[in-house]
């Protein structure tokens, strides 16, 4: 069956870095992209934007360039997110999720890891 | 950049009741369109896709309907573990519609 399994919740400071991992399996890791969506304490979702696992090219959704950064480790069939520079209103749970039908218009999220905490405070 | 709309904000009904919820998009997206549902706690989960078709393991009392910019989801039923947050998505999310018990 398909899962996705995110790394543990991160407490870190201000300006500090982070990266938090997303291991797939039950499938083939390089036919589907992979999303991520960030969910602020008691907020909607925002997407982030995705990453296409077979050529590793990322788009990022407006807000999330800069400090973001989506990477691959296919031979693990892991995907990354790094977010450098860590501020107070980057505390949130971090999912990734699978895209499937993906286009301009985005990606349908077929199936999700379980979220990770990342928490920013001083 | 389109945006979605989503209404109402929340939704009092009860158990057995049909919700109707609606998001509007900001020009047109086709029916490219997914509804997802989260409850407290819980990563999203994927209900319809392309306006109106069921994700796989969804029950039939979960429907997806367009009429231009307009999408529907509607619970002909709701059962206890329908009561949740949904969200419609093209590329970024609607802001929510909370449904909860009356």
């Known amino acids: 069956q398909v899962q996705l399994v995110q790394s543990g919740a991160e407490l870190k400071k201000p300006g500090a870095s982070v990266k938090v991992s997303c291991k797939a399996s039950g499938y083939t890791f390089t036919t589907y992209a992979m999303n991520w969506v960030r969910q602020a304490p008691g907020q909607g979702l925002e997407w982030m934007g995705w990453?296409?696992?077979?050529?590793?090219?990322?788009t990022y959704a407006q807000g999330f360039t800069g400090r973001f950064v989506f990477s691959l480790d296919t031979s693990v069939s892991t995907a990354y997110l790094q977010i450098s520079d860590l501020k107070a209103d980057d505390t949130a749970v971090y999912y990734c999720?699978?895209?499937?039908?993906?286009?301009?218009?985005?990606?349908?999220?077929?199936?999700w890891g379980q979220g990770a905490l990342v928490t920013v405070s001083s | 950049e389109i945006v979605l709309t989503q209404s109402p904000a929340t939704l009092s009904l009860s158990p057995g009741e049909r919700a109707t919820l609606s998001c509007r998009a900001s020009?047109?997206?086709?029916?490219?369109l997914a509804w997802y549902q989260q409850k407290p706690g819980q990563a999203p989960r994927l209900l319809i896709y392309d306006a109106s078709n069921r994700a796989t393991g969804i029950p039939a009392r979960f429907s997806g309907s367009r009429s231009g910019t307009d999408f529907t989801l509607t619970i002909s039923s709701l059962e206890p573990e329908d009561f949740a947050v949904y969200y419609c998505q093209h590329r970024s999310f609607g802001p929510g519609t909370k449904v909860d018990i009356k």
């Open positions: 020009q047109s997206v086709s029916s490219y």
């Open positions: 990453i296409h696992t077979n050529t590793g090219n990322p």
């Open positions: 999720a699978r895209g499937r039908s993906c286009s301009d218009g985005g990606c349908y999220h077929d199936y």
